[in-house]
T-cell receptor, first 112, second 114 residues
Framework: GENVEQHPSTLSVQEGDSAVIKCTYSDSASNYFPWYKQELGKGPQLIIDIRSNVGEKKDQRIAVTLNKTAKHFSLHITETQPEDSAVYFCAASKQGAQKLVFGQGTRLTINP | GAGVSQSPSNKVTEKGKDVELRCDPI?????LYWYRQRLGQGLEFLIYFQGNSAPDKSGLPSDRFSAERTGESVSTLTIQRTQQEDSAVYLC????????????FGDGTRLSIL
């Protein structure tokens, strides 16, 4: 079955700098890749997603890139702010198998 | 409300007891999912419902776990004879259809087994 690996497990950056979180997946049939932000005591919140027919998607300070050949995708956050501090999860799914397979999460800390 | 609603938000029970967790999906969402999140871990898929189709139960860890959903409304996840390893946050999500549509999560039920 699908396996999603996420790195790093923790990331600390200075406010205003960029943060990058990377994920790899094992099933070449996977075609949908969402990213979630989870704050303490809350459920995961979808922040951006990408489908396999595009290589990059951007929404304000957040962007996601996808390399289907290498089977990896990355989350990029620019001009980081203290409110970006949270745990971020990547996930993957494929047509016909609606469950999401999640990475283990990255705890992002933005230092003022 | 506009989001996925789960209840209770917290549940503490003794080992061996049965528990029932409830999920109200977003109105109009035909797909509903249950996931489990152990402390400091990612989410593990448990079960998926889509309309009146047979549910995908492939993620249920044992026969002590079961779930029901009537039509496109409320779902309940039941854990019988709870064990300490069942302690986790149980998250419910819903989406518009089964075509890789974005899944929207509730805030979960934090289950603690003493």
């Amino acid at each position: 079955g699908e396996n999603v690996e996420q790195h790093p497990s923790t990331l600390s950056v200075q406010e205003g700098d960029s943060a990058v979180i990377k994920c790899t997946y094992s099933d070449s049939a996977s075609n949908y890749f969402p990213w979630y932000k989870q704050e303490l005591g809350k459920g995961p919140q979808l922040i951006i997603d990408i489908r396999s027919n595009v290589g990059e998607k951007k929404d304000q300070r957040i962007a996601v890139t996808l390399n289907k050949t290498a089977k990896h995708f990355s989350l990029h956050i620019t001009e980081t702010q203290p409110e970006d501090s949270a745990v971020y999860f990547c996930a993957a799914s494929k047509q016909g198998a609606q469950k999401l397979v999640f990475g283990q999460g990255t705890r992002l800390t933005i230092n003022p | 409300g506009a989001g996925v609603s789960q209840s209770p938000s917290n549940k503490v029970t003794e080992k061996g007891k049965d528990v029932e967790l409830r999920c109200d999906p977003i109105s109009g969402h035909t797909a509903l999912y249950w996931y489990r999140q152990r402390l400091g871990q990612g989410l593990e898929f448990l079960i998926y419902f889509q309309g009146n189709s047979a549910p995908d139960k492939s993620g249920l860890p044992s026969d002590r776990f079961s779930a029901e959903r009537t039509g496109e409304s409320v779902s309940t996840l039941t854990i019988q004879r709870t064990q300490q390893e069942d302690s986790a946050v149980y998250l419910c999500a819903s989406s518009l259809s089964n075509s890789n549509q974005p899944q929207h999560f509730g805030d979960g039920t934090r289950l603690s087994i003493l």
